[in-house]
């Protein structure tokens, strides 16, 4: 059983500390129920917490919209997922090759597309490639800039995971014979990719984050859907709240589902 | 060449912009961000749980919707912010939840012998955390607390979209005037490599003042492992 340095930080409390911690906790609590008053008052008293604004969401018509945004939304980010994450694969191994251009020119795309906003990319498809004539589908517009970002953050994330597999094992293959490529195909790479298992679904929130800018180019994922609701119901505040939720709820289940990975990973690697 | 001769001017404002959004939004970030970590580590649990909750909220939260609904949802129950401070705002709250989470994951390398030790000579909470946890956290914190940096520089680009005046949209707007893509794509993007990789570089610069001789990989790649913070858009 190990304890972090959180967990002692301060002593099993006596009377007097369990007092004062007690004392802290009314008083905390009372401060943030004041916040939470404070939140609905205002609300309330620009007409806000109305129910009608409110229980809109529950009809059929509503949730089918914006079900069929959060459809656009999870097609978005599954089609970026499935080439960006093999496409970040290959450019950590171009980037680790020991082929000198290769690898400076993987680092180049890496770095390039790691230091600029993904908006700048889309703003690129967008706005300048229809000037030499390439014009894209709204859905390739948001689609291409996703992978391309996130093929650079990926092959990060692999490259790690690569450097992080204990050097023994390349001595081991090695020392079987393996070619350098072999070693890596049947040794390296499996391993690796277990590593960077809970850092790939964080890149698939990532890329969950990054759909919204479907707002921006007009296609239809769930941010964009809100925003086409506001303008027919005009319930600013309402809408952009539930969508927020919608994508708060999702990406919480998918980093839970990461961090659970991660744990259950240590767990073995510390028992074996 | 025109275009940006005509207005320089305007876009060393939108750089400008840029540089305080993201330094104002950065700094904040971590003064709540280290405030929300020593109540996730208290011992007083209502601290605990409003933390909690608060990160969780902010980490999962896109930056997009957040800034939407601070700029355009907010006005709607009274609170009307100028554009800037709704991009401050919103680059605030969500860097901080990550902030947090580093501050935390970094007060967790501390070995607990220190802790005890600090206890052991009378210090208090605050004490411990003061003179004996946080300095050697912030080793270890350097480098997530470099990419939390870099994920700011890139949120500022997002405030373009609820009409922040910053480089990118001060060189979309140059573009629609003056129909040149690529240049004004090829400033805006020099501009975010500029403060990117130069925020990398102090980083590494602060990381090796800090650590010398750590020789662990502890690069930008190194922490790429680390589940614990989450996903920074």
Redesign the interface.
């Known amino acids: 059983m190990s ?9 099993a ?1 006596g009377p007097k500390g369990r007092r004062r ?1 007690l004392l ?2 009314v008083l ?2 009372v401060v ?1 129920l004041a916040l939470l008053a404070a939140a609905l008052w ?2 309330q ?2 007409g ?1 917490l109305d129910p009608g604004k409110w229980i809109v969401y529950l009809r059929v018509d509503y949730l089918a919209f914006l079900w069929q945004g959060l459809w656009g939304t999870l097609k978005v980010t599954a089609l970026a997922a499935v080439v960006a994450f093999p496409l970040g694969l290959l450019l950590a191994l171009a980037r680790l090759s020991r082929l000198r251009v290769l690898s400076a020119l993987a680092a180049v795309w890496i ?2 597309y ?7 990319v889309v ?2 498809f967008l ?3 229809p ?1 030499f004539g390439v014009t894209f589908p709204r859905f390739w517009m948001l689609v291409i800039p996703m992978i391309l970002v996130s093929s650079a ?1 990926t092959a ?2 692999f ?3 690569i ?2 597999v204990d050097r023994g094992q390349h001595e081991a293959a090695a020392a079987i014979g393996l070619s350098r490529r072999d070693a890596m195909v049947s040794v390296v790479l499996p391993q690796a990719v277990r ?2 298992l ?2 790939l679904i ?2 698939l ?2 890329l ?3 759909s ?2 479907g ?2 180019v007009s296609y239809n994922e769930l ?1 964009f859907q ?1 925003k086409t609701l ?1 303008s027919i119901t005009r319930y ?2 309402q ?3 539930v ?2 939720v919608i ?3 999702i ?2 289940l998918l ?1 839970r589902v ?2 659970a990975l ?1 744990a259950r990973m240590k767990a073995r690697a510390a028992a074996s | 060449m025109d275009a940006i001769r005509e207005n320089i001017p305007l876009l060393l404002q939108g750089i400008g912009t840029t540089v305080a959004l993201t330094v104002l939004g950065y700094v904040f970030a971590l003064v709540v961000g280290t405030v929300m970590a020593v109540a996730r580590v208290s011992p007083i649990p209502p601290l605990r749980w409003a933390a909690t909750v608060y990160v969780e909220i902010f980490r999962n939260i896109p930056l997009l919707s957040l800034l939407i609904l601070i700029a355009f949802g907010l006005p709607d129950v009274g609170l009307r912010l100028p554009y800037f401070w709704c991009g401050v705002l919103g680059l605030t709250l969500s860097s901080a939840a990550f902030v947090c989470e580093n501050v935390r994951s970094g007060i967790n390398t501390v070995p607990v012998g220190h802790a005890e030790a600090a206890r052991s000579i009378g210090l208090g909470f605050f004490g411990t955390l003061r003179f004996v946890v946080l300095p050697q956290a912030f080793r270890s914190m350097v480098q997530p607390l470099v990419n939390v940096f870099i994920g700011t520089v890139i949120g500022s680009a997002l405030c373009s979209a609820i009409a922040v005046q910053e480089v990118t949209w001060v060189t979309q707007t140059l573009n629609i005037r003056y129909a040149q893509a690529v240049l004004m794509f090829l400033i805006a993007g020099a501009a975010y490599l500029v403060l990117s990789l130069g925020g990398a570089a102090l980083g590494g610069v602060i990381e090796r003042a800090v650590s010398p001789g750590s020789g662990r990989d502890r690069s930008r790649a190194g922490s790429a492992l680390d589940v614990t913070a989450g996903a920074q858009a």
């Open positions: 304890t972090s340095a959180t967990q002692v930080l301060f002593d409390p911690i802290l906790s905390s609590v943030i205002q609300f008293s620009n806000q770095e390039f790691r230091g600029i906003p993904m908006l700048l703003y690129a706005l300048a490639l000037a953050t990060e994330v490259r790690a995971g450097n992080a590593l960077v809970p850092s964080l890149a929130v990532t969950l984050k990054d919204t800018l707002y921006v941010q809100g506001v600013l505040v809408t952009y709240l969508v927020s994508y708060i709820v990406n919480f980093t990461a961090l991660d």
